[in-house]
């Protein structure tokens, strides 16, 4: 039986301190399955538009310029209890708050720069990945 599904980005941090193999390492041995996945670059307008929930936030301006400074990459997970077990294995966004053994206290660097994005609900994961992924370029 197919598990749910979570969204998930590897942030430029990520990408540039060369975490991407050691990251979706911890997360298929978590007992997730990738079904899609792609390496991109955000425009200033889709970081915008996915970032939008934030637009009357002090931190949206820098958060804009930080997500569109590298490429990232965008990812679909799937699992039993996905959303969940996924926001456990990435950790607080405070790497100094997270958990030993998540991904954020293992690689981010702060709470700006904190390597991974995961979806907070089964209807944002819905959204979020449809903002990246089209029917097609899902494998299962």
Known sequence: MAGTRTFTMLKPDAVEDNNIGNILQMITDAGFKIVAMKLRKLTEDEAKEFYAVHKDRPFYGELVEYMT?????????????AV???RKLIGATNPAEAEEGTIRAKYA???GRNAVHGSDSDENAKIEADFHFKPEEYVA
């Open 84 to 86: 969940e077990d996924f």
């Open 69 to 81: 400074s590298g490429p990232i990459v965008a990812a679909v997970l799937e699992k039993e209890n």
């Open 109 to 111: 660097e702060s709470i």
